[in-house]
């Protein structure tokens, strides 16, 4: 487990004065591993919820050392997330540290939901070194009941590879609404979850949600390996 200092203090673009961040990174370590995966948890959870757990052990399984983090808000027992730039510095935080502990291993990054669209926000903003790629796990591409408060303006300005894993029936944007994000990216991918949710919850039980879970983390592997071959 790394921590970021705690002492650095950091501004960034749009944040107004200084912000601080302290990042404890957990990272899981692959056997005889071909790329490293910084994975980000969504707004309702921190690194040790179930998903990220599983993800996590996944693909570490699957040949990618993959570390994970909490924002600051998870870290203070708060559960309201913070603002932008603060989630932002921690993102940089999360990839300084890992940049330290990889190895010069090939780096992607990414998340679920809030956590894989901040990490687009620091891949549009640069300076953070080599990354190889970005995985999304259900991208809120708008609030529920709201498509026309979209968050997509930065996306174009990414220029890594970009992977959606998206339910098909998302209520923060479905498997469509992301197929139509693609002719205005720059290098974009979508696998699409059969009537997956937004946490890639599908009907039919333990057994067909193991299966989705299994699907998503193997594509996210295969298409991370492709991208480093």
């Not at 990054?109 to 687009?120: D, L, P, Q, V, Y």
Request: proline share 7%.
């Amino acid at each position: 487990m790394v921590r970021s200092d705690p002492e650095s203090r950091t501004t960034y673009p749009g944040c107004q004065g200084r912000i601080l961040a302290t990042v404890d990174l957990k990272v899981y370590s692959a056997e005889t591993p071909f790329a490293a995966f910084i994975l980000a948890h969504g707004a309702g959870g921190g690194q040790m919820s179930a998903f990220m757990l599983e993800a996590a052990r996944g693909l570490s399984s699957r040949n990618i050392t993959t570390a994970t983090f909490d924002f600051p808000y998870i870290t203070a027992g708060r559960k309201v997330p913070d603002r932008a730039p603060v989630l932002e510095q921690a993102w940089r935080e999360a990839i300084e540290a890992a940049q330290s502990r990889v190895g010069g291993l090939p780096l992607f990054i990414g998340g679920k939901s809030m956590g894989s669209r901040i990490a687009s926000h620091v891949a549009a903003q640069g300076n953070v070194g080599v990354l190889k790629g970005l995985v999304f796990f259900g991208y809120p591409l708008h609030p529920p009941g709201r498509p026309e408060q979209r968050r997509d303006a930065h996306l174009p300005a990414i220029r890594e590879p970009m992977l959606f894993v998206q339910g098909g029936r998302d209520s923060f944007g479905g498997g469509e609404e992301i197929r139509a994000l693609l002719p205005g990216l720059q290098r974009a991918t979508l696998h699409e979850i059969e009537g997956g949710d937004h946490s890639l919850r599908v009907p039919g039980g333990k057994v067909k949600q193991q299966q989705a879970v299994i699907e998503a983390l193997e594509t996210a592997a295969q298409w991370m390996r492709s991208m480093t071959a």
